[in-house]
């Protein structure tokens, strides 16, 4: 069973397998269906970053990239999931619902198995900052654990002030984060559509934010969905860190490009960071071929 929809910005149909993958392989994309005709592997990591504008971009657009990785990604990194080959057939993840919700069931339906290979991280060492105007985004050490902490401040009153922290842990991540969808102002729709972007938006996988309400007649899922889901975002740009984090991130008004940009500030200097391994961890070593929403097959997990 295969998962299927459209990019949120291409408006295009896309096709993802999710394939098990060894220890030490981390998260790398398997992108098909390129112009050259040739198919190519893009690492998961900051280093293959190629936009960061309104969505995370892997890749080379002129040889194949992969747009819109943020959402797995964050799946991936909440469940603890550290090796998958993802499959993709186009230049763009299908956006779903708009959250990681669909995927992190996938995911939950196959389950993980554990690996004797020791789990390796970066560990934070000392605080990193970067900054951009009123925005910022920092790093810095903590004993043990990730945490995060995202603020967000929109002149909408609608989405306005607000702040979302918290320990990252799998049932948190499922129950407090997964869920919150992506969202957009209504009077920027014409703006992004002339610059691409935005082409398969909809109310079904986004959450359009009008002058004075939210236009979705469901509503939101959350009373502070806006800033669960750029903490959902957060989660997915770290992720391309290429090994869990132990450390506390901080952002304010922060984005893709900050959250990125927080990582390249962090590897810039080797005496920020140490690699660190621990005793065994979960692998995703079961063959996940999912659909969205339907009676999903559960495989067996090998050991």
Known sequence: MTLTGIGVHSGNPAEITLHPAKANHGIAFLRTGTTTGNDRI????FACVSATELCTVIGDVETGAVATIEHLM???YGLGVDNALVEIDGPE???LDGSARLFVQAIDSVGLALCRAPRRWIKVLQPVRIEAGRAFAELRPIDRGFRLDVEIDFESPV????RKAMDLTPAAYRREIAPARTFGMMKDVERYWKAGFALG??????VAVGETAVVNPEGLRFADEFVRHKFLDAVGDLALAGLPLQGAYRSYCGGHRMNVGILEALFADRANYAIVEGQGTRRE??????GAGLGLAAFAAEL
């Open 159 to 162: 989405i306005g002030r607000s």
């Open 42 to 45: 893009i690492k998961a990591h």
């Open 93 to 95: 993840m299908p956006i």
């Open 74 to 76: 964050s799946a991936l």
């Open 201 to 206: 938006a909809s109310l079904d996988n986004t």
């Open 285 to 290: 070593t079961a063959r996940a071929d999912f």
